[in-house]
């Protein structure tokens, strides 16, 4: 069942549509498509909205977000519901993603005003004191969000709370097979009181390619082929881009690792909202030693998952060509010689639902362990060494995010920063979502720039502008023509003598390196 109806005529949509949930087929709302000419309008009126709410002030922003914040608190019901017929997701899945965002409101409430306040910066040199420099952070004016469908909350709203925050207004471009949560989320930011600075703009790829044609800044998430398409046309305008895209992610546990406490958190970070998150854990490479244990634990855990719409631990696929995904990765695992140790088919009845599936006997060869899946597929591989597991870890062109375990958290803090990614989880997976003091990004094709968290969060939606202003008028325009030449030259070997002070006492502290010795 597809999550979508178009009007089969056109490779855009328009008018009206119906979404439809991919867990039962029933409708569970419809859409109006915003037409892609009406783009560079709505974002106009965006722009001049912005003005207002950047004069407000950080202290009077944090007022409206905190209202916002009550708004999605007392609405929690509603949106989870809207969003199980929009997805298909369990309740349990449905039910994470607005406490997610309060966390987040929560922290930038709280951080906001010093974070964005002007930063004063010293002198370089002493006779340059005679300057005050201050860094100001002034906010772009539109961030467009070409948000996902695989949380189409908490995706939509977590980049988006930063920019409001930041002074920016935002155009929202929600996925096409999720439109009407983002319509219950903009619903409730102008009933908590807030200015017109949050539009949608409702549709597929034309709408998108507007969008990035029309803002000031960019903030992707999805895959990396279209993260690409997405800054290859960024670039025509200089529109500066943060992609936060696909994923591989790898989970290593050690031989001194709690194996109960791994296998319990590689099921729930392989299966959670059916393996549909960028962060999931994607592949395990487990040492020798444990490899068994580990492996009956998992399997064991997996087949206690209960599968369905609404109730259950995990629901279905967003739609049928996911679903093809995953069955694709599962019969090539079993074609080159993986075992299925459980699952390893779609469920019975309808709905796109795939039943959570252990595999085993896996290697690089296989799209199991290469491309991503976003299914609720736990693929496992035995290492006999640490460095081997560091090895397939990083081979990979994706580097989001990682975890380790082992009992000795000095090691496996070791090996963490021996990852080529984003973030490491030690003995957790999925954690450092969490985290709303650091920023959420990855390396390579994972990504470029960071997501939310932190004073990174903010000041990624801001250009920073320096202004320095004069102490006194003593040294003003010692530089300037009306000066004789003379005056210029002793003026720039003095610049140069006070500037080399400082390098020319660090050559001389530094310890003189030794001789090297060659083969003889």
């Not at 960019?218 to 990396?224: H, L, M, R, W």
């Not at 969060?457 to 320096?466: N, S």
């Amino acid at each position: 069942m597809t999550a979508i109806t178009q009007p089969p005529t056109t490779p855009e949509f328009s008018g009206t549509g119906t979404i439809l949930n991919p867990a039962t087929g029933a409708v569970a709302g419809e859409v109006r498509w915003t037409d892609p000419s009406d783009v560079p309008a709505i974002t106009a009126e965006l722009r001049a909205a912005q003005r207002e709410w950047e004069q407000h002030g950080a202290k009077e922003r944090a007022t409206a977000l905190a209202r916002f914040a009550v708004w999605l608190g007392e609405h929690r019901s509603e949106i989870e519901e809207l969003l199980i017929k929009e997805t298909g997701k369990s309740a349990v899945d449905a039910g994470q993603e607005v406490p997610l965002l309060i966390m987040i409101l929560a922290y930038y409430i709280k951080t906001m005003e010093k974070a964005l306040a002007p930063a004063r910066r010293p002198a370089a040199l002493p006779f340059l004191a005679i300057k005050k420099i201050t860094i100001h952070y002034r906010p772009r004016p539109v961030v467009g969000i070409i948000a996902p469908w695989n949380y189409p909350v908490a995706n939509a709203l977590m980049d988006a709370i930063g920019a409001l925050a930041a002074g920016c207004a935002v155009l929202l471009k929600p996925s096409e097979r999720t439109p009407l949560t983002a319509e219950l989320l903009r619903r409730g930011w102008r009933e908590s009181g807030a200015p017109d600075v949050f539009g949608i703009a409702q549709g597929a790829r034309a709408v998108s390619e507007a969008v990035v044609d029309s803002v000031d800044f960019i903030q992707f998430t999805g895959s990396t082929a279209t993260g690409r398409k997405v800054m290859e046309r960024a670039a025509r305008r200089l529109t500066p881009v943060s992609l936060e895209l696909g994923g591989k992610d790898p989970m290593i546990v050690l031989e001194d690792a709690d194996v109960e406490l791994a296998a319990h958190a590689a099921v729930w970070g392989a299966m959670f909202n059916a393996g549909q998150t960028c962060v999931s854990v994607e592949r395990v490479y487990v040492l020798e030693p444990v490899y068994q244990r580990f492996v009956d634990a998992v399997v064991r855990d997996v087949q206690a998952l209960h599968v369905g719409a609404g109730e259950g631990h995990f629901g279905a696929l967003i739609d049928e060509s996911q679903l093809a995904v995953t069955e694709r990765h599962v019969a090539d695992a079993k074609a080159k010689g993986a075992q299925v140790l459980t699952g390893g088919r779609r469920a019975d009845g309808p709905g796109s639902f795939y039943l959570p599936t252990v595999l085993v006997d896996v290697d690089h060869s296989m799209a199991c362990m290469t491309e991503e899946t976003f299914g609720p597929t736990l693929p496992i591989m035995k290492v006999a060494t640490v460095d081997e597991a560091i090895r397939l870890a990083n081979a990979s062109p994706y580097g989001l995010s990682a975890s380790v375990f082992s009992r000795d958290v000095e090691r496996a803090k070791d090996i963490a920063l021996q990852l080529d990614c984003g973030a490491v989880n030690i003995n957790d997976v999925i954690s450092n979502l969490m985290c709303t003091t650091a920023p959420m990004g990855g390396w390579k094709a994972s990504g470029i720039g960071a997501r939310f968290g932190g004073v990174e969060g903010l000041r990624k939606y801001c250009r920073a502008e320096t202004v320095v202003v004069p102490r006194t008028s003593v040294g003003g325009g010692f530089a300037y023509y009306n000066n004789s030449l003379k005056t210029l030259a002793r003026m720039n070997r003095m610049m140069t003598r006070l500037a080399l002070a400082g390098p020319r006492r660090a050559a001389r502290a530094a310890k003189p390196a030794k001789p090297t010795r060659t083969a003889t």
